[in-house]
Nanobody, 118 residues
Framework: QVQLVESGGGLVQPGGSLRLSCAASGIAFSIYVMGWYRQAPGKQRELVASITSGGGTKFADSVKGRFAISRDNAKNTVYLQMNSLKPEDTAVYYC????????????WGQGTQVTVSS
């Protein structure tokens, strides 16, 4: 049974920070590229950040300089540190695991809501 469980979402004021966590089970975590996606109402899902097993990272232009992604392979967990949050960051954030060799093998978490509002 593969499970990705996100946590850490919530309501935060503009300029605030949150750290999202995604705990994975049932997969060989270290051989998966891990990513964070988000989807706001009426909008398409978009990639926010990704990290390879070796620590290489990619970020959406909209979050560069504000967000950081990291992983702890010993804990099978990927994190998304979100700083200087803006209202446009409001979305459901989803954790994704993509097999680094067999890209058709990927998994999704249930999502966690992030709301940035005053």
């Amino acid at each position: 049974q593969v499970q990705l469980v996100e946590s850490g979402g919530g309501l935060v004021q503009p300029g605030g920070s949150l750290r999202l966590s995604c705990a994975a089970s049932g997969i060989a975590f270290s051989i998966y590229v891990m990513g964070w996606y988000r989807q706001a109402p009426g909008k398409q899902r978009e990639l926010v950040a990704s990290i390879t097993s070796g620590g290489g990272t990619k970020f959406a232009d909209s979050v560069k300089g504000r967000f950081a992604i990291s992983r702890d392979n010993a804990k099978n967990t990927v994190y998304l540190q979100m700083n200087s949050l803006k209202p446009e960051d409001t979305a459901v954030y989803y954790c994704n695991a993509d097999h680094q060799i067999f890209s058709a093998k990927d998994y999704w978490g249930q999502g966690t809501q992030v709301t940035v509002s005053s």
